[in-house]
């Protein structure tokens, strides 16, 4: 199959599987982003050694540490209701400071984002 030109979306691109991918389709013409969640150092590597589009891959990154915040708040809070709803107080209390701090994350985050 002829890559050139192509573009690739490859999550968990700092890693070594992810990177060995990035390699593997860049030394094959296609044009990489990449993913990651925390390896920084790993995926500017990767983006640097293969001549990606680091840009994006910082971009990606921050939008994918956005949505999985956002899906644990949810989650949590559902697993709050729940247990309201069951009337098990001591899970109620248990999930209430997850649901507290996972908020007060996203008010962060909203607030950095709209001044950034």
């Known amino acids: ?3 050139r ?3 690739a979306l490859v ?3 700092s890693g070594d599987i992810g990177g060995a ?3 593997a389709l860049a030394s094959a013409g296609c044009n990489v982003a990449l993913t990651y969640v925390g390896n920084t150092a790993g995926a500017e590597a990767t983006a640097d050694q293969h001549m990606l589009f680091a840009a994006h891959a910082v971009r990606l990154r921050d939008e994918i540490a956005r949505l ?3 899906e644990r708040y ?3 809070k559902a697993t709050m209701w729940a ?3 069951a009337g098990d107080v001591a899970a ?3 999930i209430v400071e997850t649901v507290l701090d996972l908020g007060a994350r996203l008010l962060e985050d909203e607030a950095a984002t709209a001044h950034g």
């Open 1 to 3: 199959m002829d890559l």
């Open 68 to 70: 999985q915040l956002r």
């Open 21 to 23: 991918i990035c390699a």
């Open 11 to 13: 999550t968990g691109g």
């Open 92 to 94: 109620e209390r248990e």
């Open 83 to 85: 247990a309201r709803e």
């Open 5 to 7: 030109g192509k573009v």
């Open 74 to 76: 949810v989650t949590a």
